[in-house]
T-cell receptor, first 113, second 111 residues
Framework: SQTIHQWPATLVQPVGSPLSLECTVE??????LYWYRQAAGRGLQLLFY??????ISSEVPQNLSASRPQDRQFILSSKKLLLSDSGFYLC????????????FGQGTRLTVV | SQQGEEDPQALSIQEGENATMNCSYK?????LQWYRQNSGRGLVHLIL?????REKHSGRLRVTLDTSKKSSSLLITASRAADTASYFC???????????FGTGTSLTVIP
């Protein structure tokens, strides 16, 4: 069966520090991968998605970047965090074959102080 | 933005009552999906309805889709305290590579 791992669960970082959040998927090949951000009490904003290794699409301009160095690994990064980067970050995957659902990790709560 | 909107933003009902949530979206879609999120956790998929379907059932869930109005509704019948969560709709556009989520409805079921 397929599983998705996302870590860490919580993170407190100072303003100006770098960020690296990692997400890995097991039990499937060539998944579509997604990074979402959820502000407190709000909906999910799609940040990045990837349909293959090295293929990253950005939905909104921001202080973050994403990379996909391996088929089932998706990394969210920042060189210098801003206070506005605080939020709940969710990684997800789908088969990308159409009419299928997204499967989510348990999320990372990032607080920038 | 392709993000949809759910209403109401918050809903509080007694156990045993039915809960109805609505979703409106902006673009043409391939399908529409509903997800549930317990506080501080990831989202869990509940049900998917294709653009050529009008109604779908799964257990106590009933989903309708009106593509002419770009709207969907989720009905949870005979609610339970364990149904307390946030519920989101998500649209999958024809490109098929993204999922755009609505703003969510926070449901509280009072025992």
């Amino acid at each position: 069966s397929q599983t998705i791992h996302q870590w860490p669960a919580t993170l407190v970082q100072p303003v100006g520090s770098p960020l690296s959040l990692e997400c890995t998927v097991e039990g499937t090949s060539n998944p579509n991968l997604y990074w979402y951000r959820q502000a407190a009490g709000r909906g999910l904003q799609l940040l990045f998605y990837s349909v293959g290794i090295g293929q990253i699409s950005s939905e909104v301009p921001q202080n973050l970047s994403a990379s996909r160095p391996q088929d089932r690994q998706f990394i969210l990064s920042s060189k210098k965090l801003l206070l506005s980067d605080s939020g709940f970050y969710l990684c997800a995957w789908s088969t990308g074959t159409g009419n299928t659902e997204a499967f989510f990790g348990q999320g990372t709560r990032l607080t920038v102080v | 933005s392709q993000q949809g909107e759910e209403d109401p933003q918050a809903l509080s009902i007694q156990e045993g009552e039915n809960a109805t949530m609505n979703c409106s979206y902006k673009t043409s879609i391939n399908n529409l999906q509903w997800y549930r999120q317990n506080s501080g956790r990831g989202l869990v998929h509940l049900i998917l309805i294709r653009s050529n379907e009008r109604e779908k059932h799964s257990g106590r869930l009933r989903v309708t889709l009106d593509t002419s109005k770009k709207s969907s509704s989720l009905l949870i019948t005979a609610s339970r305290a364990a149904d307390t969560a946030s519920y989101f709709c998500a649209t999958d556009p024809y490109t098929g590579n993204q999922f755009y989520f609505g703003t969510g409805t926070s449901l509280t079921v009072i025992p």
